[in-house]
């Protein structure tokens, strides 16, 4: 069973509009991020929470906004999307934020912003 | 900035091979974390090493953090180790915070 759920899989939006994105963690972690993954690029991290706590936000524009109704899960949602956030959004977690904590990823949502 | 540089960028492998991947960073690390990702993008952890060398199966990670270097052998590579491999690097700060290289893409043939 997978133990990190990201939903959905494939998400297609139009310019301009909201989206978001759901991710849930059966590891039992307490630690969850979000990462992004646009072509040619490598993984940029966007933001980590703790216990449900924003520990670190790398990401410049407030139209992500990430949502953690429950320990574990982080939801993210995005407003007034544009074609330059097309990407690939996967979320991780790992036991907390200390330094030498493991992170495991889910499968990620590929968005496509037209 | 922190940047995590991979080499070699692309790799081909005749089955039964080893190899050596490279990873390279700009600032101190307290480790780094490897990871397998494959052709439809989902992303495996491999290992996490904040120093020295770490075994599982037939992979093995060496950190030298002081050094700022790392490195990936896998050994007697599998058509089914084709992919991307990613190596990130945890911070010297709080908060976990991942930096990832670009890769080295694998491609190992029959």
């Known amino acids: 069973d997978p133990k990190i759920i990201q939903k959905p899989k494939y998400l297609v939006a139009v310019t301009g509009s909201e989206k978001i994105l759901i991710c849930e963690q059966y590891?039992?972690?307490?630690?969850m991020y979000w990462y992004r993954q646009s072509a040619k690029k490598p993984l940029e991290f966007m933001f980590s929470y703790s216990y449900q706590k924003l520990m670190d936000n790398q990401t410049a524009s407030s139209r992500f906004q990430p949502q953690s109704s429950k320990k574990n899960h982080l939801d993210l949602q995005i407003t007034a999307l544009k074609p330059d956030d097309s990407a690939t959004y996967f979320c991780?977690?790992?036991?907390?934020?200390?330094?030498?904590?493991?992170?495991?990823f889910g499968p990620g949502t590929r968005l496509t912003v037209l | 900035g922190q940047q995590v540089q991979q080499s070699p960028a692309s790799l081909v492998l005749q089955e039964g091979e080893n190899a050596e991947l490279q990873c390279n960073f700009s600032?101190?690390?307290?480790?780094l974390q490897w990871f397998y990702q494959r052709p439809g993008g989902s992303l495996v952890s491999l290992l996490s090493n904040p120093s020295g060398t770490k075994h599982t199966g037939r992979l093995t990670s060496t950190t030298v953090t002081k050094e700022r270097r790392g490195s990936l052998h896998i050994s007697s590579s599998q058509i089914t180790d084709s992919g991307t491999y990613l190596c990130?690097?945890?911070?010297?700060?709080?908060?976990?915070?991942?930096?990832f290289g670009i890769g080295t893409r694998v491609l190992v043939r029959p």
């Open positions: 990130a690097m945890g911070p010297n700060s709080a908060g976990n915070k991942l930096t």
């Open positions: 590891l039992g972690h307490n630690a």
């Open positions: 991780a977690s790992s036991l907390g934020t200390f330094n030498y904590a493991e992170q495991f």
């Open positions: 600032s101190t690390a307290t480790r």
